[in-house]
């Protein structure tokens, strides 16, 4: 299962150091010859629960940007899982390749079969390259997955919630911000209009929001713009807009040293996963500079609150009153903040942190 020799531009030591460096329990390499399977699942912390993560399927530049990305995308599932009080552990998987050209039935059920391997310890769902049939795949191999469409029994998309999440944490973070939380002529780029970010774009439009919406789709992008009446930016203009609120929607890092010199934003709150290319650096930038960030792996939390609902078996009114409550805990983190003087993304992994902390405990005492 743990097959180096097809990991080839990744260092066997690396990946040690890397796993110790975020206290990652397991990583996994998937590969198989006959179906072009190059794949890895890296599971951070079980404390609270079975990890769960999605499966991302991309084309990375190589191995080591594979491993990089699933090493981070499942440390925040976990910390997303504790800040919004579910009992999961954090986990992601990343298949290697072109989702439009390298995904066969066959691939994908081969993938299944590793987590499976993993004895419920993993339960993947949609991410990035993937849909509810690649779903639908994993589950003729293996039981450990969630995301699935309505009709063969889930709770289908994933995305009108996590987008109602980002929205309640957008909310919340312009009440702190400015002291009411109408967005209602505020002003919002959206980079990234898939189907969270569209979903996210409709939310807006709804409460009167002027948006501005880029990617790398232009078909999908006119589609958008036209449906929603949104403003089309070029992608390399995004960051120049002068808006209020400037949502990064599709991968993340595009918080960084060079583009935090271009915002002219007040908020920074989005779908994207891991926005801030160094969390520590690029925290402490956006604080000195006045721009409220809302922590990414709490106000995307909304699909992990759906993959939730399909497992519990709770309605779609609970599931959204649970995204809902996301709102709350991004203030909370808020006052924390400013209580504490660090940044929101530190006063939110002290949150999640105490919280896996005091479960680790309990279970050692009983």
């Not at 066997?12 to 397991?26: C, T, Y």
């Not at 929603?228 to 995004?238: F, L, R, S, T």
């Not at 500079?289 to 078996?313: K, R």
């Not at 709102?327 to 909370?332: A, E, F, S």
């Amino acid at each position: 299962m743990f097959e180096t020799k097809e990991i080839n531009s990744v260092d066997a030591n690396s990946v040690f150091d890397k796993m110790a460096e975020q206290s990652h329990k397991n990583v996994v390499f998937c590969s198989d010859k006959a179906t072009g399977l190059k794949a890895i699942i890296a599971i951070h912390d079980t404390t609270l629960g079975p990890a769960i993560g999605g499966t991302r399927m991309w084309h990375y530049r190589n191995e080591a940007d594979a491993l990089d990305d699933v090493l981070r995308l499942s440390r925040g599932m976990t910390y997303k899982s504790a800040i919004t009080g579910l009992n999961f552990g954090g986990g992601k998987a990343v298949i290697i390749g072109d989702s439009n050209r390298d995904k066969s039935e066959a691939l994908i059920r081969r993938f299944a079969r590793f987590i499976n391997n993993l004895n419920g310890e993993f339960i993947t769902s949609q991410d990035v390259g993937t849909n509810a049939r690649d779903m639908e795949y994993i589950r003729m191999e293996t039981p450990h997955v969630v995301g699935l469409s309505e009709s063969t029994g889930g709770t289908g998309h994933t995305g009108p919630v996590s987008a109602y999440g980002v929205y309640m944490g957008m909310k919340a973070s312009a009440k702190e911000q400015w002291g009411n939380d109408s967005l209602s002529g505020k002003s919002v780029a959206v980079q990234g209009i898939g189907n969270v970010g569209e979903y996210l774009v409709k939310y807006l439009r709804d409460e009167g929001s002027r948006v501005y919406i880029s990617d790398l789709d232009e078909e999908r992008l006119t589609y958008v713009a036209r449906k929603h009446d949104a403003i089309i930016v070029p992608n390399n203009q995004i960051y120049d807009l002068d808006v209020d609120i400037y949502a990064p929607c599709a991968l993340g890092a595009t918080v960084n040293s060079d583009t935090i010199k271009r915002l002219k934003c007040s908020i920074i709150a989005g779908s994207a996963n891991n926005q801030l290319q160094d969390e520590e650096l690029h925290g402490q930038m956006l604080l000195e500079m006045g721009i409220l960030y809302a922590p990414d792996f709490l106000i995307n939390a909304g699909g992990l609150i759906s993959v939730h609902s399909e497992i519990s078996g709770i309605g779609k009114k609970r599931t959204m009153q649970l995204a809902e409550s996301i709102y709350g805990v991004t203030l909370d983190i808020f006052r924390k903040s400013k209580k504490e003087q660090i940044t929101p993304y530190n006063a939110a992994l002290k949150i999640a942190d105490k919280r896996i902390a005091d479960i680790r405990q309990l279970k050692a005492n009983s």
